[in-house]
Structures are given as C-alpha cells and as structure tokens.
Nanobody
C-alpha cells in the first residue's frame, strides 16, 4: 500500500513559478512510476502532465508543459517544478503511482486501470 500526499499549490500570477511536492509513503514490491495529472474545472478527465520512472532515469512531459515544467525525485519525494506559468495551467494537480514491470518506464497516458494510487490533489491557480 502506498499513500501519496501533494503540497505546494497556490495562487500565482502568470509568468511566475511554483513547485509541487508529492510525498510517497508505504511499501509495495512493485516498480512504481509517479505521474502528475491535472483536472481542469469543467472538463472531463485528468490530463497527464509529467511522469518519472521508478529508478528516476526516465521522464516524460506533455507538449503543453515541455520546457516549462521539470519533474524530479529524491528518496520518497517527487517534485514538479513549474515555471512561466500560464492561466491555462490552472487546475487541481494530482500525483499518482503506477506499477510497472520495468523500473525505467513511465507514461503520462496511464489509464485509470494502470494507476493504483492517487493523492488528494492540490489546487494551482494562475491569474492573468
């Protein structure tokens, strides 16, 4: 069982930066990749933003955040550094764990069936 707790959300102005944190606790025997997903108000479904593999060697980003967001991990913490924020980045951000056979794999297109654990979410609001 894993528990994921996000923090770091808030209200910022366009162009500013914010770093989200995801604390991962508990234990499983699987290789869990950690992904960041976001839910935009009024839209169905969650968009994959970024992910990092269990061994930290593989990362992926959505086109909309490439070169602006950076994901990293340090022990049981996963961070999402967001720079040059835009109003369209406004959303509730969730971290999630997906178990894979490989420790060097992750996917921002992980389906609900591939995700075993979710955090509770943290709100990011970017004003123009």
């Amino acid at each position: 069982q894993l528990q994921l707790v996000e923090s770091g959300g808030g209200l910022v102005q366009a162009g500013e930066s914010l770093t989200l944190s995801c604390e991962v606790s508990g234990f499983t025997s699987e290789n869990n990749a950690i992904g960041w997903f976001r839910q935009v108000p009024g839209r169905k479904g969650r968009e994959g933003v970024s992910c990092i593999s269990s061994n930290g060697q593989k990362t992926n980003y959505a086109d909309s955040v490439q070169d602006r967001f950076t994901i990293s991990k340090d022990k049981n913490m996963v961070y999402l550094q967001m720079t040059t924020l835009k109003p369209e980045d406004t959303a509730v951000y969730y971290c999630a764990a997906s178990p894979y056979l490989q420790d060097d794999y992750c996917s921002i297109y992980a389906t609900a069936g591939e995700i075993s654990y979710w955090g509770q979410g943290t709100q990011v609001t970017v004003s123009s």
